[in-house]
């Protein structure tokens, strides 16, 4: 049985557009839009980052994060999947030394963080509302069970500071949906460091959809 597909311009709903195949049938699609650009436009996709710099760790952590997060979502609801995590150094240091982040990812539903900042939608527009992530002020408060060295991994390329005495360092580690924090997880950040002068503002990207998890 041959099949007709028909496409519809977007906005419109009478203008039909044609799709082109190869000679062996496969349909040639092209990109429409940007990444994310979708799911932004919805509202959907946030970012938050920590008002007051906090200082590096120079050894694996366990329960202290730089900043944290827990899905408020009840069982089911919507995952948090990260898009992108970055820090910026905004405080002079006398030393030179290298700078990398680090995350952790809870394993099991546990109690709640409070929420302590702003979320605000990529889109501009304006703060979010009944986004699921909540962030927490950083120190030690990540549970026993989510905060274990075992658990924190790197993410994205270690910075060298070359000057000494002047701020500026940014670490941008994209993602790209590689992170998932599922309904009632924790999630903490640090950047680890050589030593603990460095202090930094740590942000997080990412949007919410309910997810069917393995």
Do not use: C
């Not at 190869?22 to 040639?28: D, F, N, S």
């Not at 919805?42 to 694996?60: D, E, K, L, M, R």
Request: aromatic fraction near 6%; hydrophobic fraction near 45%.
């Amino acid at each position: 049985m041959n099949l007709l597909t028909k496409l519809l311009q977007r906005g419109t709903s009478d203008t039909e557009l044609s799709s082109q195949g190869t000679a062996q049938g496969e349909t040639l699609v092209a990109a429409g839009s940007s990444d994310y650009e979708e799911i932004t436009r919805q509202g959907f996709a946030y970012h938050v980052n920590s008002t007051t710099p906090t200082a590096s760790v120079v050894a694996i952590p366990t329960t202290t994060a730089g900043i944290a997060f827990w899905n408020s979502a009840a069982d089911g609801g919507k995952s948090a999947v990260i898009d992108a995590i970055y820090a910026i150094n905004i405080v002079a240091h006398s030393t030179l030394g290298q700078a990398g982040l680090i995350y952790v990812v809870g394993q099991t539903r546990v109690a709640a963080l409070t929420n302590a900042f702003v979320v605000r939608k990529n889109n501009g527009n304006g703060p979010a509302v009944g986004n699921v992530l909540l962030a927490a002020t950083g120190g030690a408060v990540l549970d026993s069970v989510t905060g274990v060295a075992i658990g924190w991994m790197p993410v994205g390329q270690a910075v060298n500071n070359s000057v000494v005495s002047l701020p500026g360092n940014v670490i941008f580690a994209p993602v790209d949906g590689r992170i998932i924090v599922p309904p009632g997880r924790q999630f903490g950040i640090n950047v680890m460091a050589s030593n603990t002068q460095f202090t930094w503002v740590i942000g997080v990207m990412w949007h919410e959809k309910v997810l069917s998890l393995g």
